[in-house]
């Protein structure tokens, strides 16, 4: 079976769970406005994965449902604060949560989502080692990821802002939430701590490629956001051309560059845009960060290689999907 059918399987179990975990239609201010946001899509990719590598490792997916579970939780929890906070009004083309429902639910929606996160990996039915470790991955990621957003909203328009600083900031805001539901897949199979490390590493060249190839998605196609194309750049999000830009442009293009990023929102304009866009291209930006989403995916092979298990398959598709989901 492919990893793209075993993700529509694997995610079909996960819907079911998630209505259990967090009944739809119940009064409670809570089940609303987080169903509202489930119902807006998402493939669950995520889970899934966690629950691929735990079988081909040899273990029970039945062990491992409940901390794939709280990963999606885990999730949908940081998109929606993730849409406060980036001041985001839609999101695979329906209103944000914040929007609809008032940015006050949409924070305590959030915080229920992740106290059910937790509850989840507490449900898993394995020995209190592994569930204890499962709790340090789990808590592990959270830390590191919203640590990684507090220097995303800090870097915005930041004067000083380099592709290493970039890098630091989406190792952390990407590459643990990317790797572990594969550690968490590996840890209930019983396979060797030294497997589970060359994940993490796995996980922080994966994480930022795929980071990358969103900030160029967001300049070319959008990301579902009812057709909008440059909404970083409304935001003074400071992505990879940003930080790549900072670096080799002329002072005159930087402080055009500076000057749109600092602009709020509502009143950043298509004309603007246009310009960041022109300076991104007068300066290769583009072909840059494509070239360096692709040095990282080689990165990732070559660590896929020095994973220690016999077969290496199902890394290699894991890796091979989430490239071409970047393509």
């Known amino acids: 079976m492919g990893i793209e059918e ?19 239609h119940r009064n409670d201010y809570l089940s609303e406005p987080i169903w509202h946001h489930l119902h807006t899509g998402g493939k669950r990719v995520r889970p899934a994965i966690c ?15 409940h901390f794939a579970l709280a990963i999606e939780i885990m999730h949908n929890m940081f998109l929606m604060h993730d849409d406060i ?23 305590n929606a959030g915080d229920y989502l992740l106290a059910c996160a ?30 990684g957003q507090a220097l995303d909203i800090n870097a915005r328009a ?20 990317l790797a572990c539901g594969m550690v968490g897949g590996a840890v209930v199979s019983g396979i060797s701590e030294k497997v589970v490390e060359k994940i993490w590493t796995l996980g922080k060249t994966m994480g930022p490629a795929f980071q990358i190839r969103d ?47 600092l602009k709020p929102r509502d009143e950043t304009t298509d004309n603007d845009i246009k310009l960041v866009l022109e300076i991104y291209k007068k300066y290769n930006a583009i072909k840059y960060a494509q070239d360096y989403a692709e040095d990282l995916v080689k990165q990732a092979y070559k660590t896929i290689d020095e994973i220690p298990v016999e077969d290496k398959t199902v890394f ?12």
């Open 158 to 177: 930041a004067e000083d802002f380099s592709v290493d600083k970039y890098m630091a900031m989406v190792e952390l805001k990407t590459g643990y939430y």
């Open 85 to 107: 906070e980036d001041g985001d009004t839609i999101r695979r083309d329906q209103p944000t949560v914040w929007v609809k429902f008032g940015t006050a639910n949409a924070i």
């Open 51 to 65: 629950l691929i590598t735990c079988e081909a490792l040899g273990g029970n997916t039945n062990e491992a449902i």
């Open 215 to 261: 900030d160029l998605i967001d300049l070319t196609h959008g990301k579902g956001r009812g057709g909008v194309i440059g909404s970083d750049v409304k935001e003074g999000k400071a992505s990879f051309l940003y930080s790549y830009a900072l670096q080799v442009a002329s002072a005159d293009d930087k402080k055009h560059l500076r000057d749109i990023m």
């Open 316 to 327: 290699k598709e894991i890796a091979s999907f989430m490239a071409k989901r970047m393509s």
């Open 6 to 24: 075993s993700i529509k399987i694997y995610g079909a179990k996960i819907d079911e769970l998630l209505k259990e975990i967090i009944p739809p």
């Open 118 to 147: 937790y509850k989840s990996v507490l449900a898993s039915p394995v020995s209190l080692e592994k569930k204890m470790h499962l709790l340090q991955i789990f808590t592990l990621t959270y830390e590191k990821t919203v640590e």
